[in-house]
């Protein structure tokens, strides 16, 4: 069974910056949408960024101009560079891969938790 292998995360101040890596801990034939969620205590689990396979990128608002995702085809890798850091960016991180067929399938990190505070 493939799973989604995250690291990165941590304890940072607000202001400061984390980057979250993601990589399959086995092979995955093609991937079409690679992308981060978060999920805040008491919240539900909320999309962060989406990278397709052509490399274009969705963002929610909250996070624009802040966090930039970004993939690689060859290795299979999406990364999340969050920078200027806020204590509402607290959150488990989960990675999201999904892969082209029919039908299609998702694959889930275990999450990372980051945690922003003074």
């Known amino acids: 069974q493939v799973q989604l292998v995250e690291s990165g995360g941590g304890l940072v101040q607000p202001g400061g910056s984390l980057s979250l890596s993601c990589t399959p801990s086995?092979?995955?034939?093609?991937?079409?949408?690679m992308g981060w969620y978060r999920q805040a205590p008491g919240k539900q689990r909320e999309l962060v960024a989406l990278?397709?396979?052509?490399?274009?990128?969705t963002y929610a608002d909250s996070v624009k101009d802040r966090f930039t995702i970004a993939r690689d085809n060859v290795k299979n890798t999406v990364h999340l560079q969050m920078n200027s850091l806020k204590p509402e960016d607290t959150a488990v991180y989960y990675c999201?891969?999904?892969?082209?067929?029919?039908?299609?399938?998702?694959?889930w990190g275990q999450g990372t938790q980051v945690t922003v505070s003074s």
């Open positions: 999201n891969m999904v892969e082209i067929g029919d039908p299609s399938r998702d694959y």
């Open positions: 086995g092979s995955i034939s093609m991937i079409g949408t």
């Open positions: 990278v397709n396979r052509s490399g274009r990128r």
